[in-house]
């Protein structure tokens, strides 16, 4: 025997609902309650199978009433009546706890089948009411995939925005590492030909010098013109070979200088080319 309390505070269908059940050899109806705490009240005492809920009742509603039983009266299934098929109410009713859903125009024999089944443990909607909530589902799995394409969209839009941001960034970097480094390269250059220019400033004052003092112990001493003739040529020619090996010694430094500075533009460019890549990374990955 299935022993039933139905809720509602409408008398006539407290009465109609009575009548049909009555009439099924395996049903009791064994209270009809006008309101949720008066529910409450008789669970409290007593032990039901299926409760019949009203969806909209005064002081406490059909959903308020199937949430308390769920929680607190877990051997109790609660099945809804409602004048309403809309999408939201059926399915707040599912959240809520109850078992089944019916509408109040429902005929006598779904009712009872629906009474069987939720006792068996299964999840029964009215007539209509599956195909409706079914057709509801589909339109908001569409809307989820159109959603979910637009979400995307969006995103590779964002993402491409956002990787021609980083190539900017990265380019404007790149662009002030070189102007940094060709004015590195023009200061030392600078400084290498100044410290140069006094290198042979002060070569040349050395070998003037030198020549001026030559020359004025000839004069004091008055020696053979033809030997400080050659003497002086021999000093010219040592100086000069000297100068000469200073020059070269300084144009092998400035190549080299050259080669370093080239091997700095390749290591710079190809740490550009590695902040780029890790930067495109973070962003994908991320």
Do not use: C, W
Not at 40 to 49: A, F, G, S
Not at 71 to 93: G, M, V, Y
Not at 167 to 179: F, G, I, P, T, V
């Amino acid at each position: 025997m299935i022993k039933i309390l139905v809720v509602d505070d409408q008398n006539f269908t407290r009465q109609a609902l009575q009548t049909i059940l009555e009439n099924e050899p395996d049903f009791q109806v064994v209270e009809k309650a006008t309101s949720g705490v008066e529910a409450i009240k008789y669970l409290e005492q007593n032990r039901v199978d299926i409760t019949i809920v009203d969806l909209e009742m005064p002081e406490m509603d059909g959903l308020s009433l199937t949430k308390i039983l769920s929680e607190r009266f877990p051997e109790t299934k609660a099945i809804i009546l409602s004048s309403h098929d809309h999408e939201d109410q059926i399915n707040s009713a599912v959240e809520a706890g109850a078992r089944g859903y019916l509408l109040k125009n429902t005929s006598a024999q779904e009712i009872g089948d629906t009474i069987r089944a939720v006792q068996r443990g299964y999840f029964q909607l009215g007539p209509g009411l599956f195909e409706k909530l079914l057709s509801h589902l589909i339109k908001e799995k569409e809307q989820a995939a159109e959603n979910l394409i637009d979400l995307h969209s969006k995103y590779a839009r964002s993402l491409v925005e956002l990787e021609q941001k980083v190539l900017a960034q990265n380019e404007a970097s790149r662009k002030e590492m070189y102007q940094e480094l060709e004015l590195q390269i023009l200061n030392i250059k600078q400084d290498f030909r100044l410290g140069l220019g006094n290198f042979q400033s002060q070569v040349s004052q050395q070998l003037q010098t030198g020549i001026e003092a030559a020359s004025s112990q000839i004069n004091r001493s008055a020696p053979d013109m033809y030997k400080v003739e050659m003497q002086i040529d021999h000093r010219n020619l040592e100086q000069q070979r000297y100068i000469n090996t200073l020059f070269a010694g300084n144009k092998q430094a400035l190549r080299k200088l050259e080669n370093q500075i080239y091997i700095l533009r390749y290591f710079v460019t190809f740490l550009s080319i590695i902040f780029f890549i890790v930067g495109v990374s973070v962003l994908v990955f991320n």
